[in-house]
């Protein structure tokens, strides 16, 4: 089961939990079994189907350079955090 | 591992036409008929537009086009993508010209385009703009009051995805929350709690910003500009005019600086519309005035830092409230900044806080390592202090509590292999570190920082000379000598020396997409591809071999530039003699998006004397040190942590946005806008460390961004040991020392 870790501003839709285990094979997968789980979880993750503006999600601390569509490993932990730009 | 060409340091491919003149810069661009544009801008920090009347400047002779607002397409808004991330269409549009609002002193509001310069000015001083003043706010302190005035009336805070339902200046607040900092803080045996301000600064690239564009009669929009991607400059300018990006075809100049400042669009859609207006190519080229007050500086910013530690100075809580000013629009890049505040330690509770805010001040745009130096300034600040309470040497209190492969960062996820311990060690048996101190008044600082560096896609071919030497194709802007760092992969792979590589750096239409330079990417990922697409030709090359000798291409192996098989050998130069004979051209390629991006880390120790009785700091020595991964080219990454280490130290000691109350920069030159030259600073000594990073075949980190992070807070805690006074703002400049010493 992949680890998702979940945002400190999210927990209110998940009885404060810090983590949910999901199982789930791209990071779609794990934005639709939350939002089963969470109703609203997923509109505040995406709009129009991609990651929304800023946002980026990590697996094992790579960030997923293919966004909603990365696959996930059984065991993997995600975030969602800050896209990161560059000077 | 041994290399023949990774780690030299041959003389750079742009070289000769640097150092000669010849290359060709932003403004150096020339075309028959072409017209020269002028922008006119606003002089309050907020005010309504009420009428443009442009009757006047239009009756003047030698003008041709004049554009406001109201000539741009509006199709409605949306996201655009600007390469290193979304935005909103709407903000873009803005930004390149005001349409009902002006939100600060420089906003563009009209253009001009005339026979040559100097009728272009005068005419964009006959545009008649009337102005409604409305009250402005400058800081993010006073614009997240309640009853601040509003910069935009229909932005609304976010929280992730949520929104509030009132109008805000705080366009974004986020948290990141590991383990229990309350809980965390009641078991410590000393805490410091420090509040620190930063200036806005700007990044100060010597070239301004400068374009051309042609609006051809075929309705191809043809853009040649100093900036540092190409591509997104093709995007902007698409999404701005509402074109398909195939209409439009943009050629990078050479670029004399950007430092993140250069990725923003500003002129070219501008030009654009006078092209199309006119029928003929347009110029327009930034003045200084232009670039300090209508470009993008980096953020000011208003920060809470507090630390708790044990009693042998582990550190068992951190919190952070970061409030960073986006200028006009948001996107104050305060999210890496927070993901930077705590990044060098290994800390188990740690509550952030971070708000986007909007104020009265031009837009803001990255600055190396964007949001992670104003952090780190806190940060350091604030080890610093623990370090004199407790009594332990600075560098070894960093190093107790230094982040590894594993520690978990204040974001979420894990290191995986980093340099911080090695950095902090080489900082520890520098030469420097172990010098005594020169004499009285005189203090010596350390910090350190990160930065995670960025992936993102690139494009490269390489094709094959029948001399032996080849030709590589890439869509990289040279900003610190990245076509040589590139050509030396690629020459690697080859087994070729770096001279015999020829690289060219091509418009958006010869060669694949090719994101910014910028997140110390280039050498990293355009690298890679350069390294890929020489794979690739050595692959076609064995293949070429395997006819030569009649066997099969798989017993065919390459070794630094030698191909064989069994009894037979031919060297790369050889082979490259027989192409036509064998099967004709050979061109590799390759196209990268890549993950492996591996974080830096970078330290500076500072010694500086302070004049008692005038504050002014006289910085006396200076290192730098880097985890580079691998050092492609020594000489190219020393340049890049001297030049960052510098900039730092302008922006710890001199450098801000002095504004008046109404919002107005008083010192918008480079004689007012204090930078440091050679005259102010000693030789920049460097260290390169090296902890290969397992995601790239080199080991390459990028190397462009870390550096700038501590010099700053090492300054402020050198300013400390020398003159006893604890410094919580930026720029430390006499002004505010002597303020300090007679508190």
């Known amino acids: 089961m992949a680890v998702v870790h979940i945002p400190a501003l999210l927990r209110e839709l998940t009885n404060n939990e810090g983590s949910v285990e999901v199982e789930a094979t791209t990071v779609r997968e794990v934005i639709a079994q939350l939002e089963q789980r969470y109703p609203g979880i997923s509109e505040r993750l995406t709009e129009g189907g991609r990651l929304r503006k800023n946002l980026a999600v990590a697996i094992d601390g790579e960030i997923a350079i293919l966004g909603v569509l990365q696959q996930v490993k059984a065991d993997a932990e995600v975030h969602f955090i800050p896209a990161i730009q560059g000077g | 591992m041994s290399y023949q060409v990774i780690g030299t340091r041959p003389v750079r491919h742009d070289g000769a036409d640097k150092v000669t003149g010849r290359a060709v810069y932003g403004a150096d661009t020339q075309m028959a008929g072409m017209l020269h544009g002028h922008i006119v801008r606003s002089p309050h920090a907020h005010a309504r537009i009420l009428r443009i009347d442009t009757s006047k400047a239009e009756a003047l002779p030698g003008v041709l086009a004049i554009v406001t607002a109201a000539d741009l397409p509006h199709p409605g808004d949306r996201m655009v993508d600007l390469g290193e991330g979304l935005t909103r269409l709407s903000w873009v549009h803005g930004n390149v010209l005001a349409s009902d609002k002006v939100l600060y002193a420089g906003h563009a509001v009209a253009a001009v385009a005339a026979a040559n310069a100097h009728i272009a000015e005068e005419a964009a001083s006959l545009i008649e703009v009337d102005y409604e003043p409305l009250p402005c706010v400058l800081t993010a302190p006073d614009a997240m009051k309640p009853d601040a005035p509003l910069v935009h009336d229909d932005v609304f805070m976010q929280e992730f995805g949520k929104l509030t339902d009132t109008p805000s200046n705080i366009s974004d607040h986020f948290r990141f929350e590991i383990g229990d900092a309350a809980k965390g803080f009641a078991k410590a045996h000393t805490i410091v709690e420090r509040t620190l301000d930063t200036s806005t600064v700007h990044q100060g690239y010597i070239e301004p910003h400068a374009a051309t564009v042609l609006w051809n009669n075929d309705g191809r929009v043809l853009v040649w500009c ?51 207006k006119s029928g003929r190519p347009v110029k327009i080229a930034m003045s200084r005035k232009d670039v300090f007050e209508g470009s993008g500086p980096t953020p000011g910013s208003h920060m809470t830092v507090k630390i708790g530690v044990a009693k042998d100075g582990k550190i068992v809580a951190a919190q952070a409230n970061l409030a960073y000013e986006a200028g006009a629009y948001p996107g104050a890049m305060v999210g890496p900044g927070a993901m930077c505040v705590f990044a060098a330690y290994d800390i188990e509770n740690i509550a952030i806080d971070g708000y986007d805010v909007l104020v009265n001040k031009p837009s803001t745009a990255p600055y190396r390592a964007p949001g992670a130096t104003n952090a780190a300034f806190a940060t350091e600040t604030v080890m610093d202090e623990i370090a004199e309470k407790l009594g332990i040497d600075p560098i070894e209190l960093r190093l107790r509590n230094a982040a590894k492969e594993g520690t978990r960062r204040a974001d979420g996820p894990k290191y995986k292999r980093i340099g911080c311990v090695e950095v902090l060690e080489a900082m520890k048996n520098s030469a420097h570190y172990q010098a005594p101190l020169p004499g009285p008044n005189c203090g010596r600082g350390v910090a350190i920082g990160f930065w995670f560096n960025i992936g993102f896609s690139s494009s490269c071919t390489i094709s094959v000379n029948s001399d032996g030497t080849v030709n590589l194709v890439e869509g990289s802007t040279d900003i610190g000598g990245s076509r040589t760092s590139i050509s030396m992969q690629a020459a690697e792979v080859l087994g070729i020396k770096a001279e015999d590589v020829h690289p060219t750096i091509v418009d958006t239409d010869s060669v ?74 050979v061109v590799g390629r390759a196209t990268v998006n890549p993950s492996g991006v591996g974080g830096s880390f970078a330290g500076c120790i500072v010694d500086v004397r302070v004049d008692p009785e005038t504050g002014k700091t006289d910085v006396l020595r200076v290192t730098s040190i880097q985890d580079a991964g691998k050092a492609i080219h020594p000489s190219y990454v020393e340049g890049q942590m001297q030049g960052g280490t510098v900039q730092g130290i302008g922006w710890a000691l001199n450098e801000e946005y002095f504004m008046d109350p109404s919002g107005i920069m008083k010192n918008s030159s480079f004689l007012d806008y204090r930078m440091p030259t050679a005259l102010d600073l000693p030789m920049i000594e460097t260290v390169i460390v090296e902890v290969p990073n397992p995601g790239h075949p080199f080991g390459v980190r990028g190397v462009g961004e870390a550096n700038i992070v501590p010099p700053p807070a090492a300054v402020a805690n050198a300013i400390h040991r020398a003159a006893n006074i604890r410094m919580t703002r930026l720029p430390m400049n006499p002004n505010a020392i002597m303020e300090e010493v007679w508190r």
């Open chain 2, 226 to 276: 100093s900036t540092q991607g190409s591509f997104v400059v093709r995007e902007v300018v698409a999404a701005v005019l509402d074109l398909p990006i195939s209409q439009v075809k943009v050629t990078p100049t050479e670029i004399g600086g950007g430092f993140g400042g250069k990725i923003p669009v500003y002129l070219e859609p501008v030009a654009a519309l006078l092209s199309r």
């Open chain 2, 512 to 585: 694949g997409y090719t994101a910014v330079t910028g997140g110390s990417r280039t050498t990293f990922a355009t690298g890679l591809a350069a390294h890929d697409a020489a794979k690739d030709v050595i692959r076609q090359l064995s293949v070429r071999a395997a006819k030569l000798w009649e066997v099969d291409s798989e017993l065919v192996n390459c070794q630094r530039g030698v191909f064989q098989s069994g009894k037979h050998s031919i060297t790369f130069k050889e082979l490259a003699a027989k192409l036509e004979e064998t099967g004709g051209p």
